[in-house]
């Protein structure tokens, strides 16, 4: 299929690279921590505002991976690459069946509406980008599990981490509380 072609010059020298779906290995990573250390039902899995991010499907190669976005150009290059990609908006997109994870890794907005598409016992993978984490742990529907988190002092290494995971929505309330 046609891909989306993207050109750069800001450096004065044109370049001309085929846009493909991406995957972040600091991502499968992370799934990769949560599935073992938790061993969740992966049986379908749902990313909305994905953009070209793929890596659900090498983290989760035996799960049906359900992608939604509301910008066209992505989801044709996931389709086109043999994903299951629908163009949508995610607050009115709904999935055919439940979902046993949801991913919401920098949503448009906060992805309250996609929860009510998870299973009983279905996790929610998320950051806190748009206040996301900071909503969702609110809920009286959800628990905060644990965090997977870099290891302090380390760029690379990933833990996780499932004690005193109140204390990460705790006030900061000087310079000497937010360096430890």
Not at 32 to 50: A, D, G, H, T
Not at 122 to 132: E, F, S
Request: aromatic letters at 8%; glycine letters at 4%; one cysteine or more.
């Amino acid at each position: 299929g046609e891909g989306l072609v993207e050109y750069n010059d800001w450096d004065g020298d044109e370049e001309k690279r085929e846009i493909k779906p991406e995957v972040s290995s600091s991502l499968v990573e992370s799934l990769r921590i949560f599935q073992e250390k938790l061993s969740p039902s992966c049986k379908v899995v749902y990313y909305p505002s994905c953009h070209l991010d793929s890596s659900p499907s090498v983290a989760f190669e035996k799960s049906r991976d359900i992608y939604v976005d509301i910008d066209e150009d992505p989801i044709k290059i996931l389709k086109d690459n043999g994903y299951e990609a629908h163009v949508a908006d995610a607050n009115e997109f709904e999935p055919d069946e439940p979902v046993d994870v949801l991913i919401l890794l920098n949503p448009g907005e906060t992805g309250v509406n996609p929860v009510n598409f998870l299973k009983d016992q279905g996790y929610v993978l998320c950051n806190d980008y748009h206040d996301t984490a900071t909503v969702l742990v609110q809920r009286e529907d959800l628990k905060l599990v644990a965090m997977v988190r870099k290891v302090d002092g380390s760029n690379k290494k990933k833990i996780f981490d499932s004690e005193n995971l109140d204390e990460y929505w705790k006030e900061i309330l000087n310079d000497e509380e937010l360096k430890t």
